[in-house]
């Protein structure tokens, strides 16, 4: 098992950049992937960026160019850097690890990233 807790999000305006952070409970070196979902009102949550144990990444289309996901298996930590910020990027932003055999997912609590002028 494994606790995930998210920080970083907020208020930010168009063209802004925000990082988000998040720790884990234990280590993440041996965890299969984590990554960042996200879910705006009447939408289905979904992916945003996820980083695999061996370290290659996939993004969404919609934010490749603009987000970098990265992690520090020092601090048990991963992030995600978010550049030239659109209003469409407004979500609640979740963190997810992927963990096991059959890779049970694992979420935090969520953080809410709103993009407005």
């Known amino acids: 098992q494994v606790e995930l807790v998210e920080s970083g999000g907020g208020l930010v305006q168009p063209g802004g950049s925000l990082r988000l952070s998040c720790a884990a409970s234990r280590s993440i070196f041996s965890i299969n992937a984590m990554g960042w979902y996200r879910q705006a009102p009447g939408n289905e949550r979904e992916l945003v960026a996820r980083i695999i144990s061996g370290g290659s990444t996939n993004y969404a289309d919609s934010v490749k160019g603009r987000f970098t996901i990265s992690r520090d298996n020092a601090k048990n930590t991963i992030y995600l850097q978010m550049n030239s910020l659109k209003p469409e990027d407004t979500a609640v932003y979740y963190c997810?690890?992927?963990?096991?055999?059959?890779?049970?997912?694992?979420w935090g609590q969520g953080t809410q990233v709103t993009v407005s002028s």
């Open positions: 997810n690890a992927a963990m096991g055999t059959f890779w049970r997912d694992y």
